[in-house]
């Protein structure tokens, strides 16, 4: 399938944007579910070397849970690391990177080194009201890492993952009101331009993303499927 230097013509590389809480996480769920893609969460990429106790780790934990930024150098480091991986020459969707302008232009010759480049980044627009909303209930399966809502998406059956029968449910450290603030300030500071940025460029598509998530899901579809041959 794969020669090596170029990738299948149906194989996009999307970039889901958007601020903390939009939905990105549990929509590119649904898009590996549905196309095949790969889900590249540098956030889960960091949490990981958190608990993994690494050096990109213990220079993340307290700048995460301080809501800021990682530095580009070190979530570079992670994410170069991964995209190295076999897996990642399919379909490719990146959740909550890039983040930065520097990101941005740092992707684009990662992607450029492999005869690649980014199809579309897709904006899931929320307002800050909806996304302090969606962050204060979120959960997710420990062992699986479904995620799930207290008001929006619970569990069918309490205290039991739908996805895997898992029974233990885990809150990130940094979804407390106070870190919320500072992050959504970190995303209309640093990340915003990014919406500029790939409009120039002309691979911009916005989702309106207030809505159930079902019907968001439909809407990213369209957007995101594989690109016709
Ligand atoms: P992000 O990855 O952008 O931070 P998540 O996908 O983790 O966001 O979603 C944040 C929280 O909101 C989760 O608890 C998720 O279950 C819930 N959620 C996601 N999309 C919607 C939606 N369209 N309507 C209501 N709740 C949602
Ligand atoms: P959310 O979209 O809900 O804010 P993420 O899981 O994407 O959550 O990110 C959690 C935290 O991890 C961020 O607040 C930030 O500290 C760090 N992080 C994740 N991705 C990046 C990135 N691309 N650049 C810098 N920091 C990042
Ligand atoms: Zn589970």
């Not at 898992?166 to 959504?184: I, S, W, Y």
């Amino acid at each position: 399938m794969m020669d090596g230097t170029r990738t299948p013509a149906d194989a996009p590389v999307l970039i889901l944007l958007g601020p903390p809480g939009a939905g990105k996480g549990t929509q590119a769920r649904m898009l590996v579910e549905r196309f095949g893609y790969i889900q590249l969460s540098t956030g889960d990429m960091l949490r990981a070397a958190v608990a993994a106790g690494t050096p990109a780790g213990l220079e993340a934990k307290a700048v995460m849970e301080a809501g800021g930024l990682v530095s580009d150098r070190t979530v570079l480091t992670v994410l170069g690391d991964r995209l190295a991986q076999p897996d990642c020459a399919g379909g490719l969707i990146f959740d909550g990177f890039p983040r930065t302008v520097a990101q941005a232009e740092a992707l684009d010759a990662l992607l450029a080194a492999r005869g690649r480049e980014v199809d579309a980044a897709i904006s899931l627009e929320v307002d800050d009201a909806r996304m302090v909303v969606r962050i204060s209930g979120r959960f997710t399966c420990a062992a699986c890492g479904e995620g799930y809502h207290d008001d929006f998406k619970p569990t069918a059956k309490p205290g039991t993952c739908d996805a895997c029968g898992g029974t233990e449910m885990k809150r990130r450290a940094d979804d407390t009101p106070k870190t919320v603030m500072a992050r959504l300030d970190a995303y209309h500071r640093q990340t915003g331009p990014l919406i500029d940025f790939y409009d120039r460029r002309g691979v911009l598509k916005r989702v309106d993303a207030m809505g159930d998530i079902d019907v968001i899901g439909a809407a990213l579809a369209k957007v995101a499927g594989p690109i016709p041959a």
